[in-house]
């Protein structure tokens, strides 16, 4: 993979109205190609977060269900001030995007598959990613494993989790990388994994903040994960705290997020704050 491609980005911030830039990276965080206006130095940093990002999206693919086929389509992280979308762009390649709050995002997703689509004549093999597969067993089998006890499960997480078809599974960590709670049924185990990815995938996203625009004050909202059989969100949840939650792809997912948002105050109410991690 030595060919600049830079060339082909420019499609993207010349046809997509508030698109700011756009970035092709291997999958081992080398670039491969960006659009005007972006520095060396910038578009390395991007393009290794951008690396870790998607790693680590496609270890929790376990975490959104226990689909054999199931697949990464794609990572979008929202700032104030912005959005970043990353996805698939053949064998070892992937495709980063910025733009700014009121994009529209049909066609910036749109404009970005069918440069994935013409970018197939210079690299190999389909744009989707398969999923890391889930631990032996599956997380079903996971699930009977001993859970964390009555003490580990959060009742407002629960009932929120209840209250929206679709929902899976969810788990608040603190910003030291370590579960303070989860749903019912969740193993500690299981818990402990999705919230070591958590905070690299938050850490991750902080990193990408520039690249959707140089704000003083920017502020991350959340990362949203996308598979083929189910979403994973992480969200703020109070200072020095996140919330990952999990949920079929048919999920409502509006109603989803917004339970989830609703929920956070009683989490940070009754759990007990750790280490801090700084703002968020």
Request: hydrophobic fraction near 45%; glycine fraction near 12%.
């Amino acid at each position: 993979m030595t060919a600049d491609l830079s060339w082909m980005l420019q499609d993207i911030v010349q046809n997509v109205p508030r698109a700011r830039h756009a970035v092709l990276l291997s999958a081992d965080g080398l670039p491969r190609g960006s659009t005007e206006g972006l520095g060396p130095k910038d578009v390395g940093t991007i393009s290794a977060a951008m690396a870790g990002m998607q790693s680590l999206s496609r270890a929790t693919a376990h975490f959104a269900g226990t689909a054999k086929d199931g697949q990464w389509s794609q990572t979008v992280i929202e700032f104030s001030h912005g959005w970043i979308f990353l996805i698939g762009a053949g064998q070892g390649a992937y495709l980063a995007a910025a733009a700014e709050p009121d994009v529209d995002m049909q066609q910036i997703s749109f404009r970005m598959h069918r440069l994935v689509a013409r970018l197939g004549n210079n690299l190999t093999s389909a744009p989707r990613i398969p999923a890391d597969e889930a631990p032996a067993g599956g997380y079903a089998d996971a699930a009977r494993h001993e859970t964390g006890g009555s003490g580990f499960v959060l009742p407002a997480l629960d009932r929120a989790i209840a209250d929206v078809r679709g929902a899976r599974h969810a788990v608040l960590l603190g910003g030291d990388g370590l579960p303070r709670g989860a749903t019912a049924g969740m193993t500690r185990d299981l818990a402990d994994t999705i919230s070591a990815a958590m905070t690299g995938i938050h850490a991750y996203s902080r990193v990408t903040a520039q690249f959707a625009g140089a704000v003083e004050d920017a502020a991350w909202r959340q990362t949203v994960i996308e598979f083929s059989h189910g979403w994973i969100f992480l969200i703020a949840a109070g200072e020095g705290a996140f919330l990952a939650a999990a949920a079929e792809h048919d999920c409502d997912i509006e109603e989803f997020t917004t339970r989830l948002h609703e929920v956070v105050p009683d989490l940070t109410a009754q759990s007990v704050h750790g280490g801090g991690a700084g703002d968020v």
